[in-house]
């Protein structure tokens, strides 16, 4: 009976010190947990994601010299470059958050991967900042689109 109870004693104590480890790594000030595996904070669900998502993506103009009417976004652009890879679509979001910190420099470098590695026959394709709410966008397809600015392949 004795080590029934140590064994219950020592399996409390384990989870009141793991209860008081996962709330000590949670940072007042950030209001961020600083997780270390396998202690956690027990604040994952109190924490709510944005509402709105913000997303570059680009619309294509012109592709093998010809302009298309209209034009489609390089989500549909299927015949013209690979809209589901993962790194085209990072790197576009990437000029786009280069091109809100206004680092042109690094807009221009990304901008040249992008048109040598992934999109190959555009030739003028306009940035647009996609603005949205996931659930309504999945429900609704509602989203607003800012144009930021155009390129044209070979000019800066």
């Known amino acids: 009976m004795k080590s029934y109870r140590r064994i219950w004693g020592a399996i409390l104590l384990g989870l009141i010190a793991y209860g008081i480890a996962g709330i000590l790594?949670?940072?007042?000030?950030?209001?961020?947990?600083?997780?270390?595996?396998?202690?956690?904070s027990w604040f994952l669900f109190a924490e709510i994601p944005q509402k709105t998502h913000v997303r570059y993506t680009i619309r294509i103009h012109r592709v093998d010299d010809?302009?298309?009417?209209p034009p489609i976004l390089f989500a549909a652009a299927e015949g013209y470059a690979n809209p589901k890879s993962v790194s085209a679509n990072k790197l576009i979001d990437e000029i786009?958050?280069?091109?809100?910190?206004?680092?042109e420099a690094e807009v221009q470098q990304m901008r040249r991967t992008l048109e040598e590695n992934?999109?190959?026959r555009v030739q003028r394709y306009e940035l647009l900042k996609m603005t949205y709410d996931p659930v309504e966008r999945y429900q609704t397809g509602?989203?607003?689109?800012?144009?930021?600015?155009f390129f044209e392949k070979g000019r800066p």
Do not use: M, Y
Not at 66 to 69: A, E, N, S
């Open 25 to 40: 790594t949670f940072d007042l000030a950030k209001k961020k947990s600083n997780e270390i595996f396998p202690v956690f």
């Open 66 to 69: 010809r302009d298309l009417v």
């Open 96 to 103: 786009g958050r280069a091109n809100e910190r206004q680092e």
């Open 118 to 120: 992934q999109i190959h």
């Open 142 to 149: 509602k989203k607003w689109e800012e144009s930021i600015r």
